[in-house]
């Protein structure tokens, strides 16, 4: 998951090891010579690496990921060979990232994957425009809840035609 600083800045939740520390804190914008509160959330990190920092987060992005993690999860590293594909339908073209880890939530069973960009859920269909699917190390494309291709090629083409389908779709809505 990406929370956002106070500062405009963003923190991948999967590259921090523990949060050694959080203070809710309330602080004040001066508009017009008059004060307005807002609330704050201050917190301690640890990286992965090691190092330990402190920085502002938003709070509603802090309560998302409380949310997020109240439920049992299991992050585990990821065979080599395994890439993220995400086909952007505006640009016409995918990106491929390698999957680090698998995030598992024990509750419902459902799985998400850890790249270096990302650490939110990449399965996310909402992003309007964006399909994503999993490369396998034996070439094969599989998304979930839907269909596997037997190549990155034949992936391609579906998301070529896809969009063909969208089209016309809103084609015929139109007239």
Not at 33 to 44: C, N, Q, V
Not at 137 to 148: E, L, N, T, V
Request: aromatic share 12%.
């Amino acid at each position: 998951m990406i929370l956002s600083t106070m500062t405009g800045g963003c923190i991948n939740t999967d590259q921090v090891r523990k949060v050694i520390r959080v203070d809710k804190q309330t602080a004040h914008h001066n508009i017009d010579g008059k004060e307005y509160p807002y609330p704050i959330t201050r917190i301690t990190l640890e990286w992965a690496n090691g190092d330990v920092d402190h920085v502002t987060v938003d709070p509603d992005d802090w309560n998302k990921f409380q949310r997020t993690f109240d439920t049992q999860q299991y992050v585990l590293p990821s065979p080599a060979g395994y890439t993220l594909l995400s086909y952007f339908t505006d640009e016409r073209r995918a990106t491929r990232w390698p999957i680090l880890a698998w995030r598992f939530n024990s509750d419902n069973e459902y799985h998400s994957v850890v790249t270096a960009i990302t650490g939110f859920d990449d399965f996310d269909e909402y992003r309007k425009g964006v399909y994503n699917a999993i490369l396998c190390p034996d070439g094969r494309i599989s998304a979930p809840g839907d269909q596997g291709w037997e190549s990155e090629e034949e992936w391609l083409r579906a998301m070529e035609a896809r969009i063909e389908h969208e089209a016309h779709k809103e084609q015929g809505s139109a007239a």
